[in-house]
């Protein structure tokens, strides 16, 4: 395929850094371009997903909105890796706890998720359920929150397509069966999309709502509360 794609409108490869922060809010991605980048330039505006490359503490970055759900993030990531010669994704969102030990306000590392849809087969060939995010970039977010005085908390998420479930308790089944501690929308595709093409990618989230104790957040505090996940991510940025 040649450049632009369907859904990226910059002609040059070299637009994008090697690493991108992926949040699945187009204006998430404008709030981290705003307040933690410099010398800045749009790469992308299609469809409203907003896409920026500029440099953290003197490091070239990308930052790029996902869309919601499964089939939006496979889109954008595989034609970023694809396309693009991105090396690195890293999604920074929300997800909802389903276990007392995550609260809202805490910041995750998803090393693994369970997917529950075909996604990874279609893409991988691959009939696992589960898919793993890189081991390699976990340990650079891992030393990214330490050296940042962030505690960063590891967990499995259950990676769904519906957020209006017509039965509501089904999360019970699924944490028993997959022992996942989380829910969201976006890893799998992303992992297992990274894993086809041989490349890599993780996710740092926060908790914006729990299953246990009910507490949820506003929309803006999703947009701009999120502070310490984008850190961590920005945290990894190297030389490229």
């Known amino acids: 395929m040649s450049l632009?794609?369907?859904?990226?409108?910059?002609?040059?490869?070299?637009?994008?850094?090697?690493?991108?922060?992926?949040?699945?809010?187009?204006?998430?991605?404008?709030?981290?371009a705003d307040n933690y980048l410099e010398n800045v330039v749009r790469v992308n505006a299609v469809r409203n997903m907003f896409g920026?490359?500029?440099?953290?503490?003197g490091k070239k970055v990308s930052v790029m909105g996902s869309g919601m759900g499964m089939p939006s993030m496979g889109?954008?990531?595989?034609?970023?890796f694809k396309y693009y010669d991105v090396d690195n994704i890293i999604?920074?969102?929300s997800a909802g706890s389903y276990k007392a030990e995550f609260k809202v306000?805490?910041?995750?590392?998803?090393?693994?998720?369970?997917?529950?849809?075909n996604f990874i087969e279609i893409v991988t060939g691959s009939k696992a359920s589960d898919v793993r995010s890189s081991e390699?970039?976990?340990?650079?977010?891992?030393?990214?929150?330490?050296?940042?005085?962030?505690?960063l908390k590891k967990a499995k998420a259950h990676c769904t397509d519906v957020f209006y479930r017509k039965n509501s308790d089904d999360y019970k089944k699924i944490i028993k069966k997959y022992n996942c501690d989380l829910v969201e929308m976006e890893t799998a595709a992303l992992f297992?999309?990274?894993?086809?093409?041989?490349?890599?990618?993780?996710?740092?989230?926060?908790?914006s709502d729990s299953f246990i104790t009910g507490e949820s957040t506003t929309a803006q505090q999703r947009e701009q509360s999120f502070t310490n996940m984008m850190e961590v991510a920005l945290g990894t940025i190297k030389e490229n």
């Open 4 to 32: 632009p794609t369907p859904h990226i409108e910059t002609l040059r490869k070299d637009e994008f850094a090697k690493t991108v922060i992926m949040p699945g809010d187009p204006l998430r991605a404008k709030y981290i």
């Open 105 to 117: 306000y805490d910041v995750v590392l998803i090393e693994e998720s369970y997917c529950e849809s």
């Open 192 to 207: 297992a999309t990274a894993a086809e093409l041989g490349k890599k990618a993780s996710a740092v989230v926060t908790i």
């Open 52 to 57: 920026y490359t500029g440099t953290y503490k």
């Open 75 to 80: 889109i954008y990531a595989y034609e970023l």
């Open 136 to 151: 390699e970039l976990n340990k650079e977010l891992i030393a990214s929150a330490k050296r940042q005085d962030i505690e």
């Open 91 to 93: 999604r920074v969102g």
